[in-house]
């Protein structure tokens, strides 16, 4: 009876304890007493819950965005899309066809350009020049022997003043042609005068004693003095009926993305001959060139600033003396014969734009054409949006100097 008090109490015990644990499963080993066994486990299975098992639920993972660190002070990039004109169409009626700047007043457009000669000799009396940081277009060109002069070509912008204002040469039989202008000079010799009176533009030349020009009073040489306050101009010119938008047989190219396979270049100098040495610097910060001529800063006299351009295309023309037209004469003899520069057909050049140097071709197929640029493939070639200053160069003379990197 002990024995079996005992037993009892033993399983009783076994079973409170296999209970208590019920994160493992129960025995399947069966004790020596089947009877007695199998009476106590039925008893507490039917009084019991079914035993947990070892299966660990992993529950699934939620994601969380992780959010976007943005640095502080970081500049914002703006990417500008580039801006080309080869058509008439892509200049629409706000942009300048001489610079590919778009204008504040597009009404300032409907006006005819004006070609005015500005002298460059001797330099103690005519520099600095005034106005000619204000032209859209500038060529340079030699007079008599390596002289050089200006013909400057103001359209989009209005200078106060422009001068010192010289006499015409041949090359001002085409330039007020190719760009559909009026000129504005001091005189001509006999020969010259007699060709423009005759041309195609004479109704359109501005003369010395119509409104607009005046003499400065200044301690030299009187040839020296003449100037003119340019917005004068174009009130004579409506009093002519020829102050219109101008009428282009041909079109500049522009874009604002320079083109591929150009060689950087930081300068050129220029040589014509013993007369003047120039300096075409290009300035990153500005993006434009900036001009020396004998070792000095060549300034504008209206504003003190450098001579600058988005452009500087040297263009290398036949020049021949026409020793019909006399430009200066001591007694029965000639001391100086006009030169006739050749700009029609086509023939070698050199751009320079954005730090960067490419060889093209300069052409002109119509006495109504003003000068376009072409690549090797035939292709207009785009000038940087801003002015342009043309260097006239005969063929003969050394060859420019570039300074690479």
């Not at 090359?171 to 000079?185: E, F, K, R, T």
């Amino acid at each position: 009876m002990n024995k079996l008090i005992y037993v009892l109490c033993f399983l009783f015990f076994a079973a409170v304890v296999g209970c208590g644990k019920s994160d493992r499963a129960p025995s399947t080993q069966q004790p020596e007493n089947k009877i007695i066994i199998t009476e106590t486990v039925e008893t507490v299975t039917q009084q019991s819950q079914p035993a947990a098992t070892n299966t660990v639920v992993i529950p699934a993972p939620t994601f969380t965005p992780v959010p976007t660190l943005t640095p502080k002070n970081q500049p914002t990039i703006t990417t500008v899309a580039a801006i080309t004109l080869k058509t008439k169409d892509d200049f629409g009626d706000g942009r300048n066809l001489l610079t590919g700047e778009l204008m504040k007043d597009p009404d300032s457009l409907k006006r005819r350009p004006i070609a005015v000669k500005i002298s460059n000799s001797p330099a103690k009396y005519t520099r600095p020049q005034a106005g000619l940081n204000s032209a859209d277009i500038v060529y340079e060109h030699i007079t008599e022997g390596s002289i050089t002069r200006f013909t400057a070509i103001i359209y989009g912008e209005i200078p106060e003043k422009m001068g010192p204002i010289r006499s015409a040469r041949l090359i001002d039989l085409q330039i007020p042609v190719m760009y559909d202008a009026a000129l504005a000079y001091s005189g001509s010799s006999i020969g010259v005068s007699r060709k423009l009176f005759s041309s195609d533009f004479s109704t359109r030349i501005l003369r010395t004693l119509e409104q607009g020009y005046y003499r400065t009073g200044e301690n030299k040489p009187y040839e020296h003095t003449l100037y003119a306050h340019p917005e004068d101009f174009w009130s004579v010119l409506e009093q002519k009926g020829e102050n219109r938008a101008p009428e282009f047989n041909a079109f500049m190219t522009f874009s604002s993305e320079a083109p591929i396979n150009g060689l950087l270049t930081k300068a050129v100098n220029i040589q014509y001959l013993k007369f003047t040495s120039i300096d075409w610097r290009f300035d990153p910060d500005d993006e434009t060139y900036l001009r020396w001529v004998d070792g000095e800063k060549h300034l504008d006299a209206n504003s003190g600033q450098q001579i600058n351009a988005a452009n500087i295309v040297l263009i290398f023309a036949p020049h021949q003396l026409d020793t019909t037209i006399c430009e200066f004469q001591s007694g029965d003899q000639c001391l100086a014969y006009s030169m006739q520069i050749d700009l029609m057909g086509e023939g070698t050049a050199v751009v320079l734009r954005d730090g960067q140097r490419y060889d093209v071709t300069w052409r002109r197929n119509h006495r109504e054409d003003m000068l376009i640029l072409v690549d090797e493939l035939g292709l207009p070639f785009p000038l940087q949006i801003g002015n342009t200053w043309f260097q006239i160069m005969p063929q003969d003379y050394p060859a420019p100097i570039f300074e690479d990197g």
